[in-house]
């Protein structure tokens, strides 16, 4: 029997649902194994230990009266430091807002804690999201637990450390360009992204102008991610933009897999360098996926890159946010997002037409593909891990790739709003963790869970884990 903290969420669910075990004893478990493990990855930036140990307690003593409790009743989350937690600090990462008290609870908290999960800490991100590994000036560097050497990817790097080195099985992520994916990839974890929408986000002063940036979940395996949007997804007010609840149960659908989907694999979209292991990979796992009954079809097409439109709207977004805190800190904020925000006040109305029209390019190309196919597959990341302390490789085996290279199958997917998943494909013959991009049509995230979930069983992943477990 594995220890507590190598179980799923849905595991630990339902062991506390029986009474074999109590919240109490999964918090003690959880809070010790991130005093053990933490200080090797830098995952947690803030925890709350004492709130976390008094709910569980409580939790446990209403559970022994036999009063209802959601269904996350006992499970520990993290929560990425973009993310407003009550009484705790929301610092994004960034020295200005180190005492940035958040008064009341994001949507997306308030629902799984509604839920019943308990919140143990804050998750590590590069500053404002804004890098593809996770490094700060306020809390410093995050390390992968395959290899700590490496970053395990960004902007929710923190959170999937955290879930991959089992010190939680669940943490919550945010994707504006690939900030679920690529970590979930890098660290061998599932991570999906929905569409835009589909999860609320805020509340928050600043209404998103782009609609590129969604909330999601980084797990360790697919079930324990459909748990978690049957609690989160859904309409709120707070978010004018925000989907109405798709009418299922995620988790309830998982085993509804059609038995023969059409899905289109593209190693590269028609433009992406991609290193030859990671293609190997992504390779195999299609692979799996014509053994499995499905119709594989290699597609010759391709996607305008749209790197420089998805830059541009972004460090609008940025700006919106921050502009006036930008004069005042500048000397306290990461030179590369202080270079971004002072150009984009160049930024020209005729400049947004542009990007818009590349956006719509793109839109019309993806509607055309999946008139005829049920999902698009490619692999989740150009390259395998890079250094922690960065900067992004800026070549692939001897070729150059532009800056947004190494990111390059996933901004396309936030430009265009479809849902996308990684998934894990396997590791190098160095043991580093390859996955997987599932991408589906708008609003069909129950399509790609259900694709996971039957490509999981196929090709179980968790028979391997860090080796850092062993070494404390």
């Given amino acids: 029997m594995s220890c507590i903290h190598e179980k799923s969420a849905l595991e630990l669910v339902r062991l506390i649902q029986s009474g074999k075990i109590s919240p109490l004893e999964v918090m003690e478990e959880t809070l010790c194994t991130i005093e053990r493990i933490n200080p090797l990855l830098n995952a947690f930036v803030s925890v709350r230990a004492d709130e976390a140990l008094d709910e569980a307690r409580a939790m446990t003593e209403s559970l022994a009266t036999g009063q209802k409790q959601g269904v996350l009743a006992g499970i520990p989350i993290g929560v990425k430091d973009l993310e407003d937690v009550k009484g705790m600090v929301t610092s994004f990462g960034s020295v200005p807002f180190k005492s ?33 590994f996770t490094k700060n000036l306020l809390y410093g560097v995050t390390r992968n637990p395959w290899d700590r050497e490496l970053t395990p990817g960004g902007s929710s790097g923190g959170s999937a450390a955290a879930v991959a080195a089992c010190m939680v099985t669940v943490a919550t992520a945010s994707d504006a360009g690939g900030s679920i994916r690529i970590p979930a990839s890098y660290s061998g974890c599932f991570g999906l992204k929905p569409s835009f929408g589909r999860i609320p986000l805020g509340p928050a002063p600043f209404l998103q102008m782009h609609h590129l940036s969604t909330l999601g979940p980084i797990t360790r395996n697919v079930e324990d991610a459909a748990l978690y949007m049957d609690c989160v997804a859904g309409y709120h007010p707070a978010d004018p933009a925000s989907l109405p609840h798709p009418g299922i149960s995620y988790l309830k659908t998982l085993r509804q897999t059609p038995e023969r989907l059409k899905i289109a694999y593209s190693p590269n979209l028609g433009f992406v360098k991609v290193q030859k292991d990671v293609l190997d990979k992504a390779e195999k796992a299609v692979k799996c996926l014509e053994e499995m009954g499905h119709m594989v079809d290699l597609w010759e ?27 005042a800190h500048r000397g306290e904020i990461g030179k590369a ?3 971004a925000l002072d150009n984009i006040k160049r930024f020209t109305l005729p400049n947004l037409i542009d990007t818009q029209k590349a956006r719509s390019t793109l839109n019309n190309v993806l509607w055309e593909l999946f008139e005829t196919v049920d999902l698009l597959v490619t692999p989740s990341t150009p390259t395998v891990p890079f250094s922690a302390k960065g900067p992004p490789p800026a070549d692939i085996e001897g070729q150059a790739i532009p800056l947004l290279g190494a990111v390059a199958f996933t901004y396309p997917f936030n430009l265009s709003g479809h849902p996308a998943a990684s998934l894990p494909a396997g590791f190098t013959s160095k043991g580093l963790p390859v996955g997987i991009q599932l991408i589906g049509s708008h609003h069909r995230e129950d399509l790609i869970l259900q694709m996971a979930y039957a490509y999981e069983n196929a090709r179980p ?11 404390i």
């Avoid at 992943?461 to 070494?471: T, V």
Wanted: charged share 20%; with cysteine.
């Fill in 301 to 327: 097409g391709s996607i305008p890159d749209v790197a420089n439109a998805w830059a541009k709207l972004m460090d609008c977004e940025l700006y919106g946010l921050l502009h006036r805190s930008l004069d």
């Fill in 100 to 132: 940035n008290w958040a008064l009341d609870d994001s949507t997306q908290v308030a629902r799984l804690r509604r839920a019943g999960a308990i919140v143990v800490g804050k998750t590590n991100t590069p500053e404002f999201g804004y890098a593809g």
């Fill in 461 to 471: 992943w968790l028979n391997r884990r860090p080796q850092l477990q062993l070494s």
């Fill in 337 to 339: 997002l202080v270079h």
